[in-house]
């Protein structure tokens, strides 16, 4: 074959592999942007909004790997990884705010890694969801959320691999410890506050009781 079909072969696949590249970034992205709309959605509480925006980020996170079909080297690396850990932090947490089981990276269709990155990201939502609970006075949602924090942070601290530390795994362990001190500390404080008021409150009911007598 002359040089001149080979290089012009060469460059026919070169622009199939780059459109498929753009196609799988495009598509990323949305899902990124979905998941981030979702995890917001479900903090106010608009959890219809939040479950649509679920299935759209599901149906694209699909697209994607299906165009990564004939170049399996874009499926796994880069922004699909992003999209892939974006989209289990917030199936994650939908899941909690259900009362559902935590899914695993099975049911998600999420490879291992993404998902274990994506479980460090979540206990940062988990301790999210414990303060607006502490502010709407919802104190045993917020022990709900502190236990799970507990339950993930704990369980992450099992895994202990270099292909996963490389990539930072061990700096969110670091971090969902940090937060976990954090919460923890803030929703004591907050409790004995509580409990605090509620003992005034009732002194105060009593002492005015006896002095209407």
Same mark, same amino acid.
């Given at each position: 074959?002359?040089?001149?079909?080979?290089?012009? =072969?060469?460059?026919?696949?070169?622009?199939?592999?780059?459109? &498929?590249?753009? =196609?799988?970034?495009?598509?990323?992205?949305?899902?990124?942007? #979905?998941?981030?709309?979702?995890?917001?959605?479900?903090?106010?509480? !608009?959890?219809?909004?939040?479950?649509?925006?679920?299935?759209?980020?599901? !149906?694209?996170?699909?697209? /994607?790997? /299906?165009?990564?079909? =004939?170049?399996? !080297?874009? /499926?796994?690396?880069?922004?699909?990884?992003?999209?892939?850990?974006?989209? /289990?932090?917030?199936?994650?947490?939908?899941?909690?705010?259900?009362?559902?089981?935590?899914?695993?990276?099975? *049911?998600?269709?999420?490879?291992?890694?993404?998902?274990?990155?994506? #479980? @460090?990201?979540?206990?940062? +939502?988990?301790?999210?969801? &414990?303060?607006?609970?502490?502010?709407?006075?919802?104190? +045993?949602?917020? +022990?709900?959320?502190?236990?799970?924090?507990?339950?993930?942070? &704990?369980?992450?601290?099992?895994?202990?691999?270099? *292909? &996963?530390?490389?990539? @930072?795994? $061990?700096?969110?362990?670091?971090?969902?410890?940090?937060?976990? +001190? $954090?919460?923890?500390? !803030?929703?004591? #404080?907050?409790?004995?506050?509580?409990?605090?008021?509620?003992?005034?409150?009732?002194?105060? =009911?009593?002492?005015?009781?006896?002095?209407?007598?």
């Amino acid at each position: 074959m002359p040089i001149r079909d080979i290089i012009l =072969k060469i460059i026919e696949e070169l622009e199939e592999r780059d459109k &498929v590249r753009e =196609k799988v970034l495009s598509l990323s992205r949305e899902v990124v942007r #979905l998941a981030g709309f979702a995890i917001r959605a479900m903090h106010r509480g !608009e959890l219809r909004d939040a479950e649509e925006k679920l299935r759209m980020a599901e !149906e694209r996170l699909s697209d /994607a790997v /299906a165009t990564t079909a =004939k170049y399996d !080297e874009f /499926a796994y690396k880069g922004f699909m990884t992003t999209a892939f850990q974006e989209y /289990a932090e917030a199936r994650l947490l939908h899941a909690f705010i259900m009362g559902r089981e935590i899914p695993s990276p099975q *049911e998600l269709n999420v490879p291992s890694i993404p998902y274990l990155m994506a #479980l @460090g990201d979540f206990v940062g +939502e988990l301790r999210r969801n &414990v303060l607006i609970c502490m502010r709407d006075g919802r104190f +045993e949602d917020a +022990e709900r959320a502190l236990d799970l924090m507990e339950e993930v942070y &704990v369980n992450m601290m099992l895994v202990d691999y270099p *292909e &996963v530390s490389s990539l @930072g795994f $061990r700096q969110k362990c670091d971090v969902a410890r940090s937060l976990l +001190e $954090r919460t923890r500390a !803030e929703v004591l #404080l907050v409790s004995q506050e509580a409990k605090l008021a509620e003992g005034i409150e009732k002194l105060l =009911k009593r002492w005015k009781g006896e002095n209407e007598v």
